[in-house]
T-cell receptor, first 112, second 114 residues
Framework: GENVEQHPSTLSVQEGDSAVIKCTYS??????FPWYKQELGKGPQLIID?????GEKKDQRIAVTLNKTAKHFSLHITETQPEDSAVYFC???????????FGKGTRLSVIA | DTAVSQTPKYLVTQMGNDKSIKCEQN?????MYWYKQDSKKFLKIMFS???????INETVPNRFSPKSPDKAHLNLHINSLELGDSAVYFC?????????????FGEGSWLTVV
């Protein structure tokens, strides 16, 4: 089955700096890679996703890149703000009926 | 409008008790899930239902019994609660199972077993 590794587990950045979170996956059949943001006391919310026919996708300050050959994908947040502080999860899946497999999360702290 | 809603949000109960968490989605999705998030924030799937039929049943003690009366509802009943059951339980839904369908999560139910 799919296995997703996510690094780092914690990340602290100064406000205005960039943050990068990296994930690797094991199942070459996976073709869908979403990223979720979980704020304190809330459920995970989808912030951006990418499919295997695309190498990069951007939405304002957030971008995701995918390297299918190397089986890794990354989340990039530019010009970080204190409200970006949260736990971020990557996930991989999309093969048949198998569910998404989540990484173990990255706790991002943006220091004002 | 809350897309995936679950109740109760907080639940404190004693070991050995039986409790239920209810979940409803108003997105018109066919597939619903229960996830467990432990103290280290690991998200692990427990069950998945598609059109009221169980399609995924991970290695979960049989004290946990999901019930789907219709495709908009998926409830979780837990018998003989143990200390290790303390966690946050998330209900979620997607249009269809797998195949890259986006999963939408509820706000979570914080279960504490004392």
């Amino acid at each position: 089955g799919e296995n997703v590794e996510q690094h780092p587990s914690t990340l602290s950045v100064q406000e205005g700096d960039s943050a990068v979170i990296k994930c690797t996956y094991s199942d070459s059949a996976s073709n869908y890679f979403p990223w979720y943001k979980q704020e304190l006391g809330k459920g995970p919310q989808l912030i951006i996703d990418i499919r295997s026919n695309v190498g990069e996708k951007k939405d304002q300050r957030i971008a995701v890149t995918l390297n299918k050959t190397a089986k890794h994908f990354s989340l990039h947040i530019t010009e970080t703000q204190p409200e970006d502080s949260a736990v971020y999860f990557c996930a991989a899946g999309g093969s048949g009926n198998t569910p998404l497999v989540f990484g173990k999360g990255t706790r991002l702290s943006v220091i004002a | 409008d809350t897309a995936v809603s679950q109740t109760p949000k907080y639940l404190v109960t004693q070991m050995g008790n039986d409790k239920s968490i209810k979940c409803e989605q108003n997105l018109g999705h066919d597939t619903m899930y229960w996830y467990k998030q432990d103290s280290k924030k690991f998200l692990k799937i427990m069950f998945s239902y598609n059109n009221k039929e169980l399609i995924i049943n991970e290695t979960v003690p049989n004290r946990f019994s999901p019930k789907s009366p219709d495709k908009a509802h998926l409830n979780l009943h837990i018998n003989s609660l143990e200390l290790g059951d303390s966690a946050v339980y998330f209900c979620a839904s997607s249009q269809y199972p797998g195949d890259g369908n986006t999963i939408y999560f509820g706000e979570g139910s914080w279960l504490t077993v004392v």
